[in-house]
């Protein structure tokens, strides 16, 4: 099955297999999506391939304006979180994003959160663990990038950074 203009990102759940990738708005029509995340926009897509022979389009929609997805995971009840890199005014920094099918089966976001400096960030990969906690790395080229407890406090342009995120649903 071709999908945009590439898949950065692939997961599975007990339904079939979760990608995403790139170029939504060129390549990959609105399939089972809330309108108000089609009315967003954006570059980026996160789908469900059935797991059928061969594998068809179940649902797919944008991530959302100014984002670029890069890793996907699915939790324990079908939710999705992709992270990535999302724009913002000022900078770009690490994106995190959970998506939910609603009571109507349409693809909605049900939050979406950033993680970075002053300074260009991203997300690689990501990672979910029993207690609902959320894993992401990535890297940083900002020196003012958040950091609690850390390993190593003595931050300089161009490092990896592993972030957890508490997912209180």
């Not at 203009?5 to 609105?30: C, E, F």
């Not at 995340?37 to 304006?65: C, E, M, N, Q, S």
């Not at 770009?92 to 909605?108: E, G, K, Q, S, W």
């Not at 029993?130 to 407890?149: H, K």
């Amino acid at each position: 099955t071709l999908l945009g203009d590439g898949v950065r990102g692939v997961a599975l759940d007990a339904t079939g297999v979760v990608v995403v990738g790139g170029t939504y708005l060129n390549a990959v029509a609105a399939v089972n999506a809330h309108p108000d995340l089609v009315a967003a926009g954006g570059t980026d897509f996160v789908a469900r391939l059935t797991a059928t022979t061969p594998l068809a389009l179940a649902w797919a929609g944008p991530i959302g304006y100014q984002t670029y997805g890069n890793a996907v995971a699915v939790d324990r009840v079908g939710a999705v979180y992709v992270a990535g890199i999302g724009d913002t005014p000022s900078t770009r920094n690490a994106y995190v994003a959970r998506f939910r099918l609603d009571p109507n089966h349409l693809l909605t976001k049900q939050w979406e959160a950033t993680l970075g400096g002053s300074s260009p960030d991203g997300a690689e990969a990501i990672a979910l663990d029993r207690e609902a906690s959320i894993y992401v790395a990535g890297s940083t080229r900002s020196d003012d990038f958040p950091l609690i407890n850390p390993a190593d406090s003595t931050q300089i342009e161009g490092e990896g950074f592993v972030a957890r995120l508490r997912n209180d649903d």
